[in-house]
């Protein structure tokens, strides 16, 4: 599977996705307590509707942004959807009201659900051969999957040494990265055709060829199901949450070398 780093072009866009994963991770942790900060016992229902508008984004935006993707100035759109992500990402720290987190984090995740699409899109050019282009759609798999490990490890060790804020500071130097990283690599022009049909076809067409196919239907109704029982455990766990944001916000209050926490029952 790593064999396809060793073209350089995907191998740059590889780490830009990877680093802007593990930069939003840590936002996704310090926004939590940045809940908690403003609407204390609330934060709950604060950082469940935060989610739920990341959600909105992506069902929104992605789908008009992956039906012309194949007509956009590529490089020049990662690149303008890290630099948007970067500054929202500065700008988080200074928030003060529910409602701004709302509007930010609308932003940031429209911006993410326009990179998301653009960057699969690239793929199959820079990566010709089909069996290079599954072991890449793997791997970029394979990061997604990681950085639900990695980065709430990586920012609880932060947070023994620096302010929840200074998180919202690693995201934007990872957006950064992730810019420059891309600004780094000539892409290649893209050899898809334009799809025909106005803007309903285009964003409903991969929809449709889904629910079309027999064996993706199955899966669907697997992963609708996995969903559910997910969803009721975290309703579940969600009960906690405000305890294990107290914890979190007296870890940052304690000396450097007396910095633990104890497990939630």
């Known amino acids: 599977m790593l064999d396809v780093l060793a073209n350089r072009t995907y191998r740059h866009l590889f780490l830009a996705q990877v680093i802007a994963l593990v930069g939003t991770g840590l936002a996704t942790v310090a926004l939590g307590l940045l809940a908690f900060e403003i609407a204390g016992a609330n934060a709950g229902a604060v950082l469940g509707t935060a989610m739920a508008i990341k959600m909105v984004a992506y069902i929104g935006v992605a789908p008009m942004v992956g039906a012309y993707a194949s007509r956009l100035p590529r490089k020049t759109f990662l690149v303008a959807m890290d630099v948007v992500r970067g500054l929202v990402a500065l700008t988080l720290p200074f928030v003060d009201q529910v409602w701004q987190i709302y509007l930010l984090i609308f932003i940031l995740q429209s911006a993410s659900a326009g990179f998301t699409p653009t960057f699969q899109a ?111 455990h975290r309703q579940h766990a969600g009960t906690s949450k405000p305890e294990i944001m107290r914890r979190l916000r007296r870890l940052e209050k304690r000396p450097s070398g007396t910095r633990h926490i104890r497990p939630v029952c």
């Open 122 to 232: 690239t793929i199959p050019d820079v990566l010709s051969d089909e069996k290079d282009y599954t072991r890449a759609l793997s791997l970029s798999r394979l990061a997604y999957d990681m950085e639900s490990l990695v980065s709430p490890i990586l920012a609880a060790a932060l947070l023994g040494i620096m302010s929840f804020h200074w998180l919202f500071s690693g995201t934007a130097i990872g957006f950064a990265c992730s810019a420059l990283l891309v600004l780094s690599v000539t892409l290649p022009r893209t050899t898809a055709k334009a799809q025909p049909g106005g803007i309903y076809d285009k964003t409903t067409q991969g929809t449709r060829q889904y629910l079309k196919t027999p064996r993706l239907r199955g899966l669907l109704a697997v992963t609708l199901a996995a969903a559910a029982a997910s969803a009721s």
